[in-house]
């Protein structure tokens, strides 16, 4: 039977249908509607649902076995504390908003760092391993001995808001210093902007490391900085085999890892093995692809909730 997972992102949003006997899942992506509230952006993920259940045999969506949904927002006790890039969806009930998109399809969710940590440690079979996700934010995620690594209350490992320079840019969070307000996709194509004097888009970004242009290789070497400073303090304080770095930009940055491994190697203290340094297995999708893992693990013990549903301390 197919199992869907779906990866909610700050600007974007991902569905991938596994369905059994079929070699390959089928997939749809879409953009959240521009300027949009928590509405507008429901009925395009509705859409989007009923888009890709149209592959799920002749039964639709009520053919569905389970939904695994990838969420970077924070939520406690259902329901939605904090999320910054979509400041609409705060405060409101997860569970009320998975039943208006998916009735009566049994529905687990989780952080999409979490997802993305534990879908690279089973395709990579590495049992400690932490997981970068650069995009619109920093998504993280930590498996330690085969086992996803939380705090006793649940949610993710917050490894985006590490504080890398207590003074430093502003983080959308309110704080400032954040490995996410340097590090990030959305961080660093505003650094080439203001250095270019122009908008700057991935597409320009790239061009622009291509051509050696120091608006693009500045801001690079800022960020590779700040993930190598936290791929170091992730191995002291964890002991991380291997950093698996993905999401939209991270996937698509050419020259990203090579300057991260070379500042790693620096920065790493004489006699210690600093963590490996890989791209991400699943690329842009390990949320994705944990999502589906989610529902075929989980989706069918549970009708309906995550993991990460605990009482706040």
């Known amino acids: 039977m197919p199992y869907l ?24 992506r879409f953009t959240w509607p521009r300027g949009g509230g928590a509405d507008d952006d429901l009925d395009a993920l509705a859409s ?36 910054p890039s979509r400041p609409s969806w705060t405060g409101l009930r997860l569970d009320a908003l998975l039943g208006r998109v998916l009735p009566e399809i049994p529905v687990v969710h989780e952080d999409d ?8 440690a089973a395709r990579t079979g590495v049992p400690d391993l932490a997981y970068l996700g650069l995009g619109t934010g920093v998504g993280g995620g930590i498996v330690l001995g ?13 490894i985006g808001h590490l504080l890398i320079d207590p003074g430093g840019a502003a983080c ?41 242009r120091p608006w693009a290789t500045g ?14 303090n992730l191995g002291e304080l964890l002991q991380c085999r291997e950093v698996r770095i993905g999401g939209g930009f991270g996937h698509g940055t050419p020259g990203l890892l090579g300057r991260v491994r070379a500042e790693v190697r620096r920065l790493t203290r004489p006699g210690v093995d600093p963590p490996a340094i890989r791209r991400a297995a699943h690329g842009a999708d390990a949320s994705l692809y944990g999502a589906v893992l989610l529902a075929r693990t989980e989706g069918t013990a549970k009708p309906a909730g995550s993991r990460a549903d605990r009482p706040s301390p």
């Not at 954040?178 to 505003?190: I, M």
């Not at 690079?220 to 170091?232: E, G, H, I, K």
């Open 5 to 28: 997972g779906i990866d909610i992102g700050g600007t974007k949003v991902a569905l991938l249908l596994e369905r059994s006997g079929s070699a390959r899942p089928a997939r749809f």
């Open 48 to 83: 989007a649902v009923s888009r890709i259940a149209a592959d799920a045999g002749p039964d639709g969506l009520a053919g569905i076995r389970a939904a695994g949904l990838a969420l970077p927002a924070t939520v406690r006790e259902g329901r939605i504390t904090t999320w």
């Open 113 to 120: 760092g979490n997802l993305a940590a534990l879908a690279e």
């Open 146 to 158: 085969g086992r996803l690594h939380t705090g006793p209350f649940g949610g993710a490992a917050e």
């Open 172 to 212: 959308v969070c309110g704080r400032t210093g954040c490995l996410q307000a340097v590090a990030s996709g959305t961080a660093t194509l505003a650094r080439a902007a203001a250095l270019r004097g122009t908008p700057v888009d991935a597409a320009a970004f790239r061009a622009g490391l291509a051509e050696g």
């Open 219 to 232: 801001p690079l070497r800022q960020t590779a900085a700040a993930l190598a400073v936290a791929a170091v």
